[in-house]
């Protein structure tokens, strides 16, 4: 079992939370924080990050990250639009080579995470001005440590601007905010996510996932939010999407209300195990459903 | 030093410092405890003894058999730690002795299913954080009871409580109490599961030594096996499944007790089923007590 090889780094804890570090497998490892998980590539090149947290998890973050490499962070990725993924960059931006604007480390986001950026404006100036890499053409792929990161956008899923990130050499996938083990997916739809999407996103990892022997082990998926995880792991989570949209979808054939699918609480089995707002996500549903041109 | 101490001091060196039992062995599987549901594999809707919540229910009744060959990905997954000390499939039992201070490090079994092997510790060590991976096997650490070994299992991959569809979370801890009494090994298995359980569900099962065993290797691999859409997930809608009332049918069961759920496990629930009469004849496994015998009719 890979927990045998756990270690708990704790950074100094000022605000409550711990942040924990977690190594997952090859160069790559997971900080676990309140602003969800970052992951950590490193090597004699230097460290790349995949999602940065909020920025007040920033110095805990940075302790943590210390206590892995004291290399420069050259690429950072953000996965999505939240700001709990990437509101830590400014600060992590200030560990790399050089914080001229031309030398500095490369702020890697699909283009619709600016394009979402922009038009927030003043809240998310900062989070914005610290992208400098953007990508339209799906897979974006590096050389780093002697591995391929491959950056792939997956469209209208949780967002539209969401990106998975596959560390070749490693067999990890980090896929932010598409799935969420231990807590419902939040279908944005205000920022161009569906259900649909998620799924093809869902779908997509665990086509790029393989399992080791028996379903276990193999390619590592690290989540947005919630513990380190394997294809099988992806596979319940699709699961349960995929037969509450099912239920949904069945539900406005017969032409129900909104207020009426919510009333027959389609996930109600699911309602104990995933934390996060049923109603929430059963509406996120239903509108997605709703806009679907037949 | 006398002799006298000299010998006294080499049986105490010799002599278990705690209560020990040695498990290590060949063991094969004794099935005249819920012979249909661990042989053949249990009948769908048939959530007896089980005292399960309306959560567990509805995943029950959602589920569609389909799934396990539609699905690759549930094509090899084997059963989990619980499950495998009730399903087909025998076990070897070894131990992993530190050779610099000659203590027990842990337990390790090898089962037929699957070639699942698990390793249950005895050092002492903590169970890994919560954000760390889950395993089919679980984390297992393991106390003695006077001679009855005692594992906590945490970090299982949800599975199966039941080969039906019967939910088992990720956040289920499962207790176990080893028992030996001399070629028989009995293991009282207890579930708590705060997602899919309203109280602890308490199974036992029994094996017996057989050191001529030979244990083969399992082997799978996953493969398309029937055409299906793109993400497709064999599933029935709430209140579709046109196979829940068979069990009830077959056995001339009330609908009701076969739905599971804490009240039907207790004496006083039969006070709810005086109109209940058993079938004239049995129909159905009636001598499904080993491996050779569990005939369909």
């Known amino acids: 079992m890979r927990c045998l090889t756990f270690a708990i780094l704790c950074a100094s804890c000022s605000w409550g939370q711990q942040v924990n570090v977690f190594p997952v497998q090859g160069n790559v490892s997971m900080i676990v924080g309140p602003g969800g998980n970052t ?44 700001a709990d993924h990437m509101g830590g960059n400014e600060a992590l931006i200030r560990l790399g080579g050089s914080t001229e604007a031309s030398e500095r480390a490369r702020v890697v986001a699909h283009e619709n995470v600016l394009d979402r950026l922009v038009k927030l404006g003043q809240a998310r100036v900062a989070d914005a001005a610290s992208i400098n890499d953007t990508y339209f053409r799906s897979p974006k792929d590096f050389l780093f440590n002697g591995e391929p990161v491959m950056v792939y956008h997956m469209p209208a899923a949780h967002t539209d601007g969401d990106s998975i990130v596959l560390f070749r050499r490693s067999d990890v996938l980090s896929v932010g905010d598409l799935f969420t083990p231990d807590r419902y997916p939040v279908i944005d739809l205000a920022n161009g996510g569906s259900v649909q999407g998620l799924l093809d996103g869902l779908n997509k990892i665990l086509e790029m996932a393989v399992a080791g022997k028996y379903q276990e082990g193999g390619t590592f998926v690290i989540p947005g939010h919630g513990r380190l995880c394997d294809e099988a792991d992806v596979v319940e989570f699709r699961d349960m999407v995929t037969i509450i949209r099912d239920r949904v979808q069945d539900m406005i054939k017969k032409g129900m209300t909104l207020d009426q699918v919510k009333a027959g609480k389609p996930s109600r089995d699911y309602d104990t195990q995933y934390k996060g707002s049923q109603d929430v996500f059963v509406e996120a549903i239903y509108k997605s459903l709703s806009a679907r041109k037949p | 030093m006398s002799k006298a101490i ?60 389909d799934r396990i060959s539609v699905v690759e990905q549930y094509q090899c997954r084997p059963h989990g730690s619980d499950y495998s000390m009730r399903g087909l499939g025998n076990m070897r039992v070894w131990r992993d002795i530190d050779q610099a201070t000659q203590r027990l490090v842990s337990f390790r079994t090898h089962m037929l299913a699957w070639d699942s092997e698990r390793t249950i510790y005895m050092d002492g060590r903590a169970h890994p954080p919560e954000y760390a991976n889950h395993t089919w ?10 001679n009855m070994l005692t594992i906590t299992t945490t970090h299982l991959k949800e599975n199966y409580m039941r080969r039906n569809g019967v939910p088992r979370s990720d956040q289920a801890t499962v207790t176990e109490h080893w028992m030996r009494h001399g070629d028989y090994l009995t293991v009282v298995t207890v579930i708590d599961d705060p997602v899919f359980l309203t109280e602890p569900l308490v199974r036992s099962d029994n094996w017996y030594l057989d050191p001529g065993q030979h244990i083969g290797i399992f082997g799978c691999e996953h493969a398309p096996e029937l055409p299906k859409a793109e993400g497709a997930v064999p599933n029935h809608l709430p209140g579709t499944n046109p196979f829940l009332r068979e069990v009830s049918e077959w056995y001339g069961l009330p609908y009701e007790a076969t739905r599971g759920g804490a009240e039907t496990l207790y004496p006083e629930y039969r006070q709810k089923l005086n109109t209940y009469k058993a079938p004239p004849k049995c129909d159905r496994y009636c001598t499904c007590t080993t491996l050779f015998d569990c005939n369909l009719r």
């Open chain 1, 39 to 82: 992951t950590v590539q490193a090597g004699k090149e230097g460290i790349v990050v995949v999602d940065t947290q909020t920025a007040a998890a920033a110095p805990q973050v940075i302790a943590t990250l210390r206590t892995i490499s004291a290399a420069p962070i050259l690429w950072v990725i953000n996965t999505s639009v939240d």
């Open chain 2, 6 to 65: 000299l010998l006294v001091l080499s049986t105490l060196a010799i002599a278990p410092v705690f209560a020990q039992v040695d498990f290590s062995g060949e063991w094969a599987p004794l099935y005249h405890e819920d012979a249909p549901e661990r042989l053949p594999g249990p009948e769908l809707g048939d959530y007896t003894e089980l005292p399960i919540n309306d959560a567990a229910r509805l995943r029950a009744d959602s589920w569609d058999a």
């Open chain 2, 137 to 146: 096997q679980g984390f297992s650490t393991a106390v003695w009871e006077g």
